[in-house]
């Protein structure tokens, strides 16, 4: 709130490298620029300026400097910025954008407010970059910033196999949706000028993208089989929600088709979308997507035709080639209209004045967003703040951790002194020089020597082994170190050489030698614990049991070596909770990854997984206790589904420990008429607590909260018992019945 205020006072203009529209005595005095008019006549002004033959470039991503049209004062713009967990930009010179923790990481905080704080400073340093004229992290010298950011991914963590989880919110629809309206009412409203967009939302991908190559077939041309049921229940609601409650200004579509229609050419963009649930933004391809229409998918056999059938669908920009090769072909064929092509215009430019781009600036602090906002010591401390409640605490035995300082600490494993793998994928340049420099980092064995230190201890570190190899010849080394140590940290996982954008697992187990090297530090019997590092779920079927204590990290960011030490020392009390399920490792055997069906046996998510989880959604445990009660006197017991009448249950929550610690209220309900459904979450809260305080958390639900979708894919408040739960996911639950009636 801090440095949105600051930045509300600028009074300073910083020196633009921008171009901008009405900016001159000829071209001001077209109707496009009279701010008298409404926003929507001024874009249809504009249109009609257009010639035919400069339209495909408008409606092209990434075709900087391409795209503007001189004569009229129309400026070129950028559109495809990614934004995932900061700005994906190079360093503006020794200042560079924040980079938070990956998606997963974020879930695991169970904390909205993280995400849209996130979102604010990723919008407000992508003013600032895109003043600057800052190009995208990109070996390829892409051209500079739009002020559109192709984020977040709120597709479902799906299956542990894909190789993208690292990037999403985890395996929830309901929490996913959250986390979608959080960045998106971070990144686009601003209290620094609520008359305009800070920056633009594209909620990623429409829809059911959740593997890259599998079963033979690849996401460029995999037809998702899905139904009604899947649809409505798991694959539809994090983009309605984002949409609908979030007032999302993009959509991206996927390269894949969804029960035959690849997803740029979906009769969905037009009748649900926008029709249904109200969306008055734009939707842009995913990189080629349009052109795998044809080539890939087969829907249509020529570019003319892709063009047409994506255009007429709803896709108004085109991150490719095809709408600039082919889009005016098509319309010489009457494969679509002039009306089609100008709709589109309409949504795309529509957003630039929304984003005041149009208007005079004298009085717009966005056109005023100094260099100094970039990377400050507010957005680094946000930016610890949420790294540290994304740290799950699996098993802690007898209380091994927090460890004690000033001891002989040896850290073990590939993970240990990472830099690089700490910050998952789409970065933006992270320290200033090369783009692939990382040393600026602190890795997690630089933070646990440096706090060791200061109270005597001695820290060691040996790798042991590669993350992805079966070279033993580092263990003796290794063990040598753990058996002089007072204490061992084992550092395990995976990074983006085994899951990544384009790579899937085969394999959930710790790859290489690394079960292998945690065998032998279990062998030794020292005091250890085991950290893990990885994006989608890893399955260490046999460290779960051996090993005396796990923290899961995730892809922490930044942040993560400061953020681990902290924890592993007790300096911070983890209080994260896990954002999808931990499958036994045979899992994979079970079901084929192309296989869309979510309660198909053993079934998919907590929602419809009849095994036992290694470690279940929803789990992480506290270096202190809790208790939870009753508030309210009478429990409802009853709730009309023929009104807008709500209930409200009080859940008070105690710290009944001895140290400050966070922990996750979960509201589920196990629906009356859907056996498939174990439950399902419909709220949260996380709460920090000193000892002895009490705090009251509140959920609210109608019948409509109690809906789930039908066979056929509508979504219906069922009469009868709905089963209503309240859990902090270890050890705490409260149970009630709550007839709705009709």
């Known amino acids: 709130n801090t440095l949105l205020m600051l930045c509300s006072l600028l009074s300073v203009v910083w020196s633009q490298n921008i171009t901008r ?173 609520p008359r305009y967009l800070q920056a633009v939302v594209t909620i990623k991908h429409w829809d059911a993208y959740s593997m890259e190559a599998a079963d033979g077939v690849t996401r460029f041309n995999f037809d998702a089989n899905i139904s009604a049921y899947d649809f409505a229940n798991t694959y539809s609601p994090a983009f309605k929600t984002a949409v609908i409650d979030g007032h999302a200004k993009g959509i991206m579509c996927a ?134 409640q994304s740290m799950v605490l699996l098993k802690n035995d007898n209380g091994i951790l927090p460890f004690p300082k000033g001891q002989n600490i040896a850290i073990i494993g590939p993970h240990g002194n990472a830099t690089s793998a700490l910050v998952g994928n789409y970065l933006g340049q992270i320290c200033p020089g090369a783009i692939d420099d990382f040393s600026c980092i602190i890795s997690p064995f630089a933070a646990i020597q440096a706090e060791n230190t200061k109270q005597g201890g001695t820290t060691v570190y040996e790798k042991g082994c590669d993350i992805n190899s079966t070279d033993t010849s580092g263990f003796e080394a290794a063990i040598t170190a753990a058996k002089s140590a007072d204490l061992v940290l084992l550092f395990l996982g995976i990074d983006t050489t085994v899951e990544a954008e384009y ?89 084929k990854m192309t296989d869309m069906n979510m309660t198909a046996t053993p079934g998919r998510t907590y929602k419809y997984y009849t095994g036992t989880p290694l470690f279940p959604f929803g789990y992480g445990l506290s270096y202190t206790t809790f208790s939870i009660s009753w508030s309210n006197n009478s429990l409802p017991s009853s709730l009309s589904n023929l009104n807008q009448e709500n209930i409200t249950y009080t859940v008070s929550i105690k710290n009944t420990g001895n140290v400050r610690g966070g922990d996750v209220l979960q509201a589920y309900f196990k629906p009356s008429n859907d056996p498939k459904i174990i439950k399902q979450l419909f709220g949260f809260e996380r709460v920090d607590l000193n000892p002895g305080n009490v705090e009251q958390v509140q959920f609210t639900l109608t019948a409509a909260t109690l809906a789930v979708g039908d066979e056929k894919g509508n979504m219906m408040s069922y009469t009868g018992a709905h089963q209503i739960i309240f859990t902090n996911g270890v050890d705490l639950t409260l149970s009630t019945i709550l007839y709705v009636t009709g």
């Open 255 to 388: 390269y894949n088709a969804v029960n035959g229609y690849p997803s740029c050419a979906s009769p969905f963009l037009n009748y649900t979308l926008r029709q249904t649930w109200g969306f008055d933004g734009y939707v842009t391809s995913d990189t080629g997507a349009v052109g795998f229409i044809y080539t890939q998918h087969h829907f249509v056999e020529t570019a003319e035709e892709a063009s047409a059938v994506a255009i007429t669908s709803g896709t108004d920009i085109d991150s490719g080639e095809v709408y600039l090769n082919a889009l005016n072909n098509a319309l010489e064929q009457g494969l679509v209209s002039t009306e089609d092509i100008d709709k589109a215009l309409f949504h795309s430019l529509k957003l630039r004045f929304e984003l005041g781009l149009f208007d005079p600036i004298d009085d717009q602090p966005f056109w005023h967003v100094p260099p100094s906002v970039v990377n400050t010591e507010e957005t680094q401390y946000a930016n610890l703040i949420m790294t540290q």
């Open 21 to 193: 529209a009405c900016s001159t005595p000829s071209t001001s005095i077209f109707p496009f620029c009279n701010i008298s008019l409404s926003i929507d006549e001024r874009v249809y002004d504009l249109i009609s300026r257009i010639m035919e033959d400069e339209k495909p470039p408008l409606l092209t991503a990434r075709e900087s400097p391409g795209g503007s049209i001189p004569r009229i004062g129309l400026p070129e713009y950028d559109w495809g910025a990614n934004c995932v967990h900061g700005v994906e930009s190079r360093c503006a010179g020794d200042r560079c954008p924040t980079s938070f923790p990956n998606p997963n990481a974020l879930g695991a905080t169970w904390n909205m407010t993280n995400v849209k704080v996130m979102g604010a400073i990723i919008g407000l340093e992508l003013r600032s970059l895109w003043l600057q004229g800052v190009g995208e992290n990109n070996p390829d010298n892409l051209p500079h910033l739009g002020l559109d950011c192709w984020s977040p991914n709120i597709n479902i963590a799906r299956d542990p196999r894909w190789g993208r989880i690292m990037e999403t919110p985890g395996e929830d629809p309901y929490l996913s949706g959250q986390f979608g309206v959080a960045y998106t009412t971070g990144l686009q409203n601003s209290s620094i000028d």
């Open 503 to 591: 790579l899937d697992r085969i394999s959930l187990a710790l790859p290489g030698v690394q079960d292998q090297l945690a065998a032998e530090i279990a062998a030794l019997g020292k005091k250890y614990a085991v950290v893990l590092l990885n994006g989608g779920a890893v399955s260490i079927d046999q460290i779960a049991i051996s090993a005396p204590a796990i923290l899961e990290a995730f892809y922490p960011g930044f942040q993560g070596g400061v953020a681990i030490a902290n924890t592993i020392f007790g300096d911070y009390n983890p209080g994260g909770k896990m954002p999808y399920t931990v499958y036994p490792s045979d899992y994979v055997n079970q079901i």
